[in-house]
């Protein structure tokens, strides 16, 4: 699907406009992928794991596509607020299909635009910085430490060099520290991603 869109657009470098036409086409291209790579689940294990180490009761997923990870966290953890969201209206209303719970909040909004009286214990994003550009890495990964107040953690790729229009390799951990030298920072190898949990 990416190669069929990138034939449809090929000068399209709207990051936001791509993710919204991907949105509309992104769970029926991607669940049974997901359910069946055992790349997911290796990320998937490792991510439980992670979460089992940490304490928390509120939880904020950024660019939540399905529900794939918020699904994770209702299934392995008790918390009082999950709050999902991404900037696809598409992929909102498909995360309330796959989650099929009321008590969730669901979000349409871009990360920027995020906005809550009261911050989460734990702002969770994966597999979504990476596809932030270098002009706009630095406001939205500001963006995750404005709304959390314990923890954050993302998955993203690393170290390599990006194959295409929409794939950035950031410098995660220089971001994180200019933003907040005050924090913790443990990291985690999975294959070519790099999981990052961030303590406040
Ligand atoms: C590769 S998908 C990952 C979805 C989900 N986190 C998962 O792991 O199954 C990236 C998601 O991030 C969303 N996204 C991309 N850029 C975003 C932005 N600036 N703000 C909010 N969501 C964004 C896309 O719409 C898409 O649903």
């Not at 769970?27 to 998937?44: A, G, H, R, T, V």
């Not at 630095?138 to 990006?162: N, P, Q, T």
Request: hydrophobic letters at 35%; proline letters at 2%.
């Amino acid at each position: 699907m990416f190669t069929l869109y990138r034939l449809l657009h090929p000068n399209d470098s709207n990051l936001k406009r791509y993710w919204k036409h991907r949105g509309t086409i992104y769970y029926s291209d991607s669940e049974k992928i997901e359910s069946l790579d055992p790349q997911f689940k290796i990320q998937e294990k490792v991510l439980i794991e992670c979460l089992k180490n940490i304490s928390f009761d509120s939880c904020l997923e950024v660019g939540g596509g399905y529900g794939r990870i918020s699904k994770i966290i209702l299934e392995n953890f008790k918390i009082n607020n999950l709050t999902i969201s991404d900037l696809s209206d598409k992929q909102i209303k498909n995360a309330k299909k796959f989650l099929q719970n009321d008590s969730i909040n669901y979000v349409t909004s871009d990360i920027d635009s995020l906005n809550f009286e009261d911050k989460f214990e734990l702002v969770i994003a994966i597999t979504v910085l990476m596809h932030i550009s270098d002009k706009d890495i630095v406001r939205s990964i500001r963006k995750l430490h404005e709304l959390s107040s314990k923890y954050i953690i993302h998955l993203d790729a690393s170290d390599f060099i990006a194959q295409s229009f929409h794939v950035f390799d950031h410098d995660y951990e220089k971001i994180h520290r200019m933003i907040d030298p005050n924090i913790n920072i443990k990291t985690i190898k999975i294959n070519k991603q790099k999981l990052f949990l961030i303590q406040k």
